[in-house]
């Protein structure tokens, strides 16, 4: 109810004393949502809103009851800080959001771990699709990149691959769980094995379950590789795995690295880099394309921030960049740029499709939240984000498609140009564009 005239003040005694009447388990819910809103919101006019909005809510009257009779009924006496975890849990788990998350302390300090860049574990990193947890990538040279599976036959490629379902975690089915719980189960002390059952889907073969008896290490994400290539020593290689605070840096030093060695090209390879911090990929495109867009980023109000590159020429040198389905999220801000933009070429298969940006707010009691708040365009304007058939629980459309599509093959070995196809294919494209260049500035052999 509201009447013209009444102060902020007086509204949100109201409130207080409507609720106090209904019950005192309300009151406390109330006040408990009340300083964290004093808190997090930027006016007091959108906290009385939300608590109007909340009251009048039969979600929220259903609350306070399942609430009140579980404190009041339950063989043992719960404790309220328990039930109140759990409800802020649900409320995220509620949004239907794989990238949207409530941390517990334990699952927050995990999080700032590995987002460090360092965590006890075997170097995966996953996804939710649907009611299965999936691989996105297994990071270089970690237990889950080099350990085979169970009765695997030679020339049978070692280690968990992009789109592995995960349905058994030492023998628990977890199809179902959440990712963050099953994240929980995979991580551990270095040195400490744990056996995962996974569902790998092959053109020809079919679905195969496959397990993998993996001892756990220390993890160390490595950032950055790069080097010359021994097939052509004009031509530089840079492999990106992940965009994490350190990355600016190392990829800084390894463009002028290579340059100073002799590289008058370079291949950029962000094969099964699953992405990372959004400030950090904008650094690290300016270093690739002119001046000009970047990433638009879009909030839920339509709102829409243009983050730009700075550099009047780009990186200078032909360029190729290589992609997969692995290539997820902030690897996609930077391969939609250079595409885009028009400041390269990109070869293999199609993106993994991940075009939302999350936040992160550190609750103050060891607690955090995940949550998704934005979505990204490539500089065109490309909404990239991959769509779920409800009916199929397939994807459909989303990612970036590269120029020149050149699939995997089972007998591949990552990072030769000769076993690699796709880096084969980028090394032919990159020195042909080189000779381009030499020729037109006559400089060529």
């Not at 199809?175 to 094995?193: A, F």
């Not at 010359?228 to 030093?253: A, C, D, H, W």
Request: charged share 25%; glycine share 10%; aromatic share 6%.
């Amino acid at each position: 109810m509201e009447q013209k005239g009444i102060s902020s003040r007086q509204a949100l005694v109201g409130a207080i004393i409507i609720i106090v009447v209904t019950s005192v388990l309300t009151w406390t819910i109330f006040m408990f949502n009340y300083r964290a809103l004093i808190n997090d919101l930027s006016s007091k006019a959108e906290n009385i809103a939300l608590m109007e909005e909340m009251s009048k809510s039969p979600s929220f009257e259903r609350l306070v009851k399942v609430l009140s009779i579980v404190k009041n009924k339950y063989i043992d006496n719960p404790d309220i800080d328990k039930l109140l975890l759990g409800a802020a849990e649900g409320s995220v788990s509620a949004l239907n959001d794989p990238y949207s998350t409530f941390f517990t302390v334990k699952e927050f300090k995990s999080f700032h771990e590995e987002t460090d860049g360092t965590y006890g574990g075997i170097g995966v990193q996953v996804t939710d699709e649907g009611k299965y947890v999936v691989v996105v990538a297994a990071f270089p040279n970690t237990p889950g990149a080099v350990t085979r599976f169970e009765g695997a036959k030679e020339g049978d490629p070692a280690g968990l691959k992009p789109r592995d379902k995960i349905i058994k975690v030492d023998g628990r089915d977890i199809v179902g769980q959440e990712t963050t719980q099953v994240v929980k189960l995979i991580k551990g002390q270095p040195g400490t094995m744990v056996e995962l059952t996974v569902l790998r889907e092959h053109p020809q073969t079919g679905t195969r379950e496959l397990v993998f008896k993996i001892e756990r290490a220390r993890i160390v994400i490595p950032t950055t590789e790069a080097k010359l290539l021994s097939q052509n020593p004009n031509i530089g290689y840079l492999k990106i795995n992940q965009f994490l605070e350190m990355t600016t840096r190392q990829v800084r030093q390894d463009i002028d690295g290579l340059k100073e060695k002799g590289a008058q090209a370079l291949i950029l390879d962000l094969r099964h880099n699953p992405g990372g911090r959004l400030d950090v990929v904008v650094e690290i495109a300016g270093m690739f394309v002119p001046r000009g867009p970047v990433v638009h980023v879009v909030d839920r109000s339509g709102k829409r921030v243009t983050h730009t590159s700075n550099n009047p020429g780009g990186l200078g040198m032909p360029l190729v960049v290589l992609v997969d389905e692995a290539s997820a999220s902030a690897s996609e801000i930077l391969a939609g740029a250079i595409q885009d933009r028009e400041a390269g070429v990109l070869v293999g298969v199609p993106t993994f499709g991940k075009g939302l940006v999350q936040q992160v707010w550190d609750l103050e009691d060891g607690t955090g939240l995940k949550l998704t708040v934005s979505k990204y365009l490539t500089p065109k304007g490309r909404d990239i984000n991959r769509k779920i058939d409800p009916d199929t629980k397939k994807q459909v459309g989303g990612g970036i498609k590269p120029d020149i599509e050149v699939p995997w093959t089972e007998d591949a070995r990552f990072g030769d140009p000769k076993t690699d196809p796709q880096l084969g294919k980028a090394l032919e494209v990159v020195t042909g564009r080189l000779a381009i260049k030499q020729r037109a500035s006559g400089t060529g052999g």
